[in-house]
T-cell receptor
Framework: GENVEQHPSTLSVQEGDSAVIKCTYS??????FPWYKQELGKRPQLIID?????GEKKDQRIAVTLNKTAKHFSLHITETQPEDSAVYFC??????????FGTGTKLQVIP | GAVVSQHPSWVICKSGTSVKIECRSL??????MFWYRQFPKQSLMLMAT?????????EQGVEKDKFLINHASLTLSTLTVTSAHPEDSSFYIC?????????????????FGPGTRLTVL
């Protein structure tokens, strides 16, 4: 089955700096890679996703890149703000199959 | 966007009792729903895949007789924790897959319910 690794497990950045979270996956059949943000005690919220036919996608301060050859994908948050503090999960799925989540990254943005 | 509700949001029960959790897709139909368990400061662990009109598919290590799943309609899946014990205390989250067409491609976005915090005394 699919195995998703996520790094780092914790990340502290100064407000205004950029944050990068990296994930790797094992199943070359995976073709959809969503990223979720989970605040304490709340549900995961989809913040951005990318499909395997695209190498990069951007939505305001958030961008995701995908390297299919290396089976790597990354989340980039620029101009971080305190409200960006949360746990972020990457995930991978092969379409109608189940989603496999990474272990999560706790991001802390220091004002 | 798509909305998934979950009920109850929290429940406290005595050891040995059964607890039913409902997951509903409010504005879309979901042939497939997923049930996750999340321990504090950990990732989401998939317990089972719930398919409308058929038996659920359980992940390895998840007891199907203990965690009963019923997906009787395209908008409702239920998870029943039978004979609950303190070690079953956790945050249970469901998700529903919204399969649609976007930009010519097939999306497979999952939308999560707000979760149910179960505490077994």
């Amino acid at each position: 089955g699919e195995n998703v690794e996520q790094h780092p497990s914790t990340l502290s950045v100064q407000e205004g700096d950029s944050a990068v979270i990296k994930c790797t996956y094992s199943d070359s059949a995976s073709n959809y890679f969503p990223w979720y943000k989970q605040e304490l005690g709340k549900r995961p919220q989809l913040i951005i996703d990318i499909r395997s036919n695209v190498g990069e996608k951007k939505d305001q301060r958030i961008a995701v890149t995908l390297n299919k050859t290396a089976k790597h994908f990354s989340l980039h948050i620029t101009e971080t703000q305190p409200e960006d503090s949360a746990v972020y999960f990457c995930a991978a799925t092969g379409g109608y199959q189940k989603v496999t989540f990474g272990t999560g990254t706790k991001l802390q943005v220091i004002p | 966007g798509a909305v998934v509700s979950q009920h109850p949001s929290w429940v406290i029960c005595k050891s040995g009792t059964s607890v039913k959790i409902e997951c509903r897709s409010l504005d879309f139909q979901a042939t497939t729903m997923f049930w996750y368990r999340q321990f504090p400061k950990q990732s989401l662990m998939l317990m089972a895949t719930s398919n409308e009109g058929s038996k659920a598919t359980y992940e390895q290590g998840v007891e199907k007789d203990k965690f009963l799943i019923n997906h009787a309609s395209l908008t409702l899946s239920t998870l029943t924790v039978t004979s609950a014990h303190p070690e079953d205390s956790s945050f249970y989250i469901c998700s529903a897959r919204d399969s649609g067409l976007a930009g010519g491609g097939l999306t497979d976005t999952q939308y999560f319910g707000p979760g149910t915090r179960l505490t077994v005394l």
